[in-house]
């Protein structure tokens, strides 16, 4: 196949969630990419490798990528030859969830400047480097993206997406009840939804 789609994993999934997508992409090639990074400038090292590695001879490459996945190919991939993007619960403003999570456990930007890193009480680490970084490397995305966003999704905000949207080349959708984490049979089923009419656009 010259038509490949490169299916990028949120916190805690795997590549094996690609095989969800193959039967709703007939004729691609729908790979699942298991990486390693943590943070987005081990994204930056990583993903190109991998990407240039699939993408050779192929005709067509498009993106599928979930929550952090999302933030991580926006920071890595963004001058790379995309035909166009599907993020689900996509995390586009990365500097919010970092204070977004500091004002649930009540540490100010002092502390986490002078202690470097703070482990949270919901299993999270808190990194002064990471805050630095997101805010000196904004999203700069100019790549057609459809969006699939939860009405329910508590990572992000509807406020904070649509300002994605807007300043991007993207397009949202919204599920009435549906979360950050698209996993129940319903949600599944407007995800298959969104894909099938969004592909034929």
Known sequence: MEKTIIY????????????????????????????????PWEAKEEFPIFFDLVSKNQKS?????NSIGAYFAMQALTDKKIDRAFFISPIVNMEKVILNMMTWEG???????????????????LSYEYL???????????????????????????????????R???????MKNGEHWFHTEEQMKFLAFWISHNTKS
């Open 8 to 39: 990028i994993h949120g916190k805690g999934g795997n590549a094996r969630e690609a095989e969800y997508y193959k039967p709703l992409f007939q004729g691609y090639n729908v790979i699942g990419y298991d990486y390693k990074a943590q943070t």
């Open 168 to 174: 991007h080349n993207a397009r949202l959708t919204e």
């Open 132 to 166: 630095e970084y997101v805010r000196k490397h904004p999203i700069d995305w100019n790549i057609f993206t459809d969006v699939l966003y939860g009405e329910k999704d508590n990572i992000t905000s509807r406020e904070t997406m649509l300002d994605f949207v807007n």
């Open 61 to 65: 490459i498009m993106l599928i990528a």
């Open 107 to 125: 540490i100010t930007e002092n502390d986490l400047q002078e202690k470097k890193e703070i482990r949270t009480a919901f299993g999270e680490t």
